[in-house]
């Protein structure tokens, strides 16, 4: 059982014992209302949660809604302070740092203390390879995840992989490259057609964010000189290892995002509709400043920014036998649906990671012995995360990182009955690759923020 549900079922049955104790029966059915109440919110699910777990969403929700935070409106007129992001929500306080040496634009969360820089990669197609190249390639980038783990800086490490349309963009750019506009009329005809060009297809996106733990290197940025320039100074040698990693890992990175890289995303994920606008015309929409949405409104289930409603789901299960490297692939090529998918890496410390398999390890073993004494039979369950256990161990002496990961999925449509469809087309290409679903429903503006922006935020 979880903590609260520890404290929940003892303050009932504290109250059960000692009712008993002052006054028997009569005593014991007056004071039903406490212990009974305490059983039910520990124990009896709902939406797949227990009551107790819903407490903490609901009130935060509540208090939310009584103090007028879940509509969001942009002040075009009062200027916003210097330096930072205009986002809604827990995101609001986040500044903007471009690295003098890099160009890079980094990201400070004053509230996390952390300091994120994000990469756009580009990789062959995955599941054309055959098989024995598709473990290679999952084996490079276990080692690019345990580059991570080793030097204990880095909070986390964020994949978005964001599914767009084609704003014809590529068209343009090879017209002006090979093409011979001489003027004629096959070439004003066809200048023209590309001008026009819509959405004919979908393309994907990929980056991955990096967070440095401000609290963990706070040696090394004292001795760089401090501040935010001594904190971007360690940033880049980890931001220089991990480019190292990916290339060994046969993943091409294409650069760390300037700022105005970084505002596009921003805009494109809170207003859709002007993401093809600022694609073809790359002078306009790149400051920071003015990234974020004009209007959002919250409901329980939902989010609506500028031009699109939006819901996040959570891969609350993921899939319980082995299964081939390319699982997911039901979810992350499905068509037609403007989606992001995004893994949160967690990586934890090698002493803590073993520190920690060594007490599941022992726990595991001293519960199977008492089980053993008493005459039980081993359920396959139990055996199960014991060979887990092992294997996390061995892979953690050879060398792999140990991380904790969170799937978010961020759904965006232009209506509320096309989000709902694409939504539970979301949930059953979910159910293909073997994973569950969840929408997180009381907690979709900063669930969103989370999934759709590539900006480490916590979860």
């Known amino acids: 059982m979880s903590l609260p549900q520890v404290i929940v079922l003892a303050v009932g049955l504290i109250t059960f014992v000692a009712a008993i104790y002052a006054g028997g029966a009569l005593v014991v059915a007056s004071s039903s209302p406490i212990w009974l109440t305490a059983a039910i919110v520990a124990f009896v699910p709902v939406g797949g949660r227990k009551v107790i777990e819903w407490l903490p969403v609901a009130g935060r929700w509540v208090w939310r809604a009584t103090g007028g935070q879940l509509v969001f409106r942009h002040h075009v007129v009062k200027p916003r302070p210097a330096g930072t992001l205009a986002l809604p929500g827990d995101a609001a306080a986040l500044r903007e740092w471009e690295d003098p040496e890099t160009g890079a634009a980094m990201i400070h969360d004053p509230h996390a203390q952390t300091l994120t820089a994000v990469i756009g990669v580009t990789h062959p197609a995955f599941v054309l390879l055959d098989p024995g190249e598709q473990e290679r390639r999952v084996s490079g980038w276990g080692r690019v995840l345990a580059t991570a783990c080793r030097s204990g800086r880095i909070a986390r490490v964020q994949i978005s992989e964001r599914t767009l349309p084609d704003s014809g963009s590529g068209l343009a750019e090879w017209w002006t490259r090979y093409g011979k506009d001489d003027n004629t009329w096959p070439a004003v005809n066809y200048r023209e057609l590309i001008g026009r060009a819509g959405p004919a297809t979908e393309r994907h996106a990929t980056t991955i964010s990096l967070a440095l733990d401000m609290k963990a290197c706070a040696r090394q940025i004292r001795a760089a000189g401090g501040g935010m320039k ?117 990586p934890v410390r090698a002493d803590v990671a073993a520190r920690d398999i060594r007490k599941k390890k022992v726990g595991l073993m001293s519960d199977a012995t008492q089980r053993a004494r008493m005459g039980q039979i081993e359920d396959a369950e139990r055996a199960a995360e014991f060979q887990d256990v092992l294997q996390q161990e061995s892979d953690l002496t050879a060398g792999h990182g140990v991380l904790r990961y969170t799937g978010l999925i961020a759904v965006s449509a232009r209506t509320e009955d096309a989000l709902e469809e694409s939504v539970a087309a979301i949930e059953q290409t979910a159910v293909q690759a073997s994973c569950e679903t969840r929408r997180l429903v009381g907690q979709q503006a900063h669930a969103f923020a989370v999934a759709a922006l590539p900006l480490c935020l916590g979860v």
């Open 230 to 346: 001594g904190t971007a100074a360690v940033l880049r040698q980890e931001m220089a290892t991990f480019a190292s990693a990916l290339r060994a890992a046969e993943i091409t990175p294409t650069g760390w995002l300037s700022p105005g890289e970084v505002a596009v995303i921003l805009r494109s994920a809170y207003d859709p509709a002007a993401g093809q606008a600022l694609e073809r015309h790359g002078e306009i929409g790149r400051s920071l400043a003015t990234a974020g949405p004009v209007g959002l409104n919250e409901t329980w289930e939902r989010l609506r920014s500028d031009s699109a409603y939006h819901a996040v789901l959570w891969v609350s299960e993921w899939p319980r036998s082995s299964v081939y490297p390319d699982f997911l692939r039901p979810l992350l090529l499905t068509s037609g649906i403007q989606r992001t998918f995004t893994m949160i890496y967690t």
